[in-house]
């Protein structure tokens, strides 16, 4: 997840966004596929209303394979038709995974990774402008927007990816606290506003308190920055006594049951 989050908008906005779209395509293949993909919607919006106190659900994840989408040759899509972009976006995967395997180890997980154009998202899906994962069971979806096109973005997005693909959904949704799921992927993220004045640096502690997405995502961007920026200086403190090539065992060992308490243990 990314700072300064679009917040969802209600479904009548996003159900005129999608009626919107419509509107301005004359081809009836693409209409009759246009019109599915806004019953599914509603359908899903539907469910997210009954289900949303229990499961945060990932409609754009769910119905990604409706979009209409380019296909690159490592199996991301993409919005843009031109090959320049595309050839930046290959590159761009491969110099975010060549991150996480230099810091963790080989990223296992194949999330379906989306590069868009427009800031608010694609079709009726209003997504953060720089970058968000979403998962549904065991897929996820990386969702990377205009202003996350760079290697920062991405990685970070990847490692919550592979992150989820570790631990498993219902384990990362229960068991992992948000404070660490961010500080893990703020490992490969080497934006420097999230870097600490070495006072600052003192004073990061708090951010273990911040379990939930709720209280993490909590606050002005100026808060937010700190979480974040808190995060990762506690987990790099961690690892640096644990060390990075422990994660992925620990991660495991969260899967097969043993508490967080237990699996952070020095
Ligand atoms: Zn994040």
Redesign the pocket.
């Known amino acids: 997840?990314?700072p300064n989050s679009a917040v969802e908008r209600p479904a009548q906005e996003a159900a005129q966004a999608a009626r919107f779209h419509v509107s301005s395509h004359q081809d009836t293949i693409s209409i009759m596929k246009h019109k599915f993909l806004i019953a599914t919607f509603a359908v899903v919006l539907a469910t997210a209303t009954t289900f949303a106190f229990a499961f945060p659900v990932p409609t754009a994840c769910l119905l990604i394979g409706v979009a209409e989408l380019n296909r690159l040759s490592d199996g991301s899509l993409t919005e843009s038709e031109l090959e320049a972009d595309q050839q930046r976006q290959l590159q761009l995967t491969q110099d975010a995974r060549a991150r996480i395997e230099s810091t963790f180890g080989t990223a296992e997980s194949k999330p379906i990774l989306v590069f868009f154009d427009q800031p608010d998202g694609f079709g009726p899906f209003r997504l953060n402008a720089y970058g968000s994962t979403q998962f549904i069971g065991s897929r996820a979806c990386v969702m990377v927007g205009p202003k996350g096109q760079n290697v920062d973005v991405v990685a970070?997005?990847l490692m919550?990816a592979e992150i989820h693909y570790r631990v498993g959904y219902l384990k990362r949704f229960m068991q992992l606290p948000t404070w660490f799921?961010?500080g893990v992927?703020m490992q490969v993220d080497y934006r420097p506003r999230y870097l600490l004045s070495p006072q600052d640096a003192q004073k990061t502690a708090f951010v273990r308190d911040l379990t939930t997405y709720s209280t993490f995502f909590k606050g002005d961007d100026e808060a937010l920055t700190r979480n974040y920026a808190s995060a990762k200086h506690e987990v790099a403190t961690w690892l640096s006594k644990v060390g990075p090539t422990s994660l992925y065992s620990r991660l495991q060992r969260l899967r097969d049951g043993q508490s967080f308490a237990e699996v952070i243990a020095e």
């Open positions: 997840m990314e970070h997005e919550h799921d961010e992927a």
